[in-house]
């Protein structure tokens, strides 16, 4: 995982997304006390989307869904995506956003809305 990735050091917390986000808290098993480790079945498309919903909407304030026919990628990783492009960027390698952008998929969507949620708060004094 990338060093700068904010779920690297604390991984998101499911007991806690599904008390957040009601749609999210069918697909939240807790151990047989009620009270252990909260997990949820990875195999369960409705349940990797209102993951994805619930984290998008709370750590990146992005309201977001998508049909379930489509692969729905995990934030955890595509953010490792993101941090690794602003590495580059902001290296001495020359890298165009307009090659970046050939390589576009739709399944490249929570990227990209991440990306361009980053630019609109980039303001001038930031960029050097």
Known sequence: MHP????KAAPPDFKALAQK???FAPYVSLGPSGDGYASIDWKEPKALLELTRALLHQDFDL????????LCPTVTS???YIHWMEDL???RIAVSYTH???HETPEHLVCRLLLEKKKKKTTP????
């Open 63 to 70: 309201d977001w869904d998508m049909p379930l026919d489509r």
């Open 4 to 7: 700068r990735n904010r779920y």
């Open 89 to 91: 960027v902001g290296s």
């Open 78 to 80: 595509r953010l490792n």
């Open 100 to 102: 970046l952008r050939a």
């Open 125 to 128: 004094t930031d960029k050097q």
């Open 21 to 23: 986000y009601p749609r």
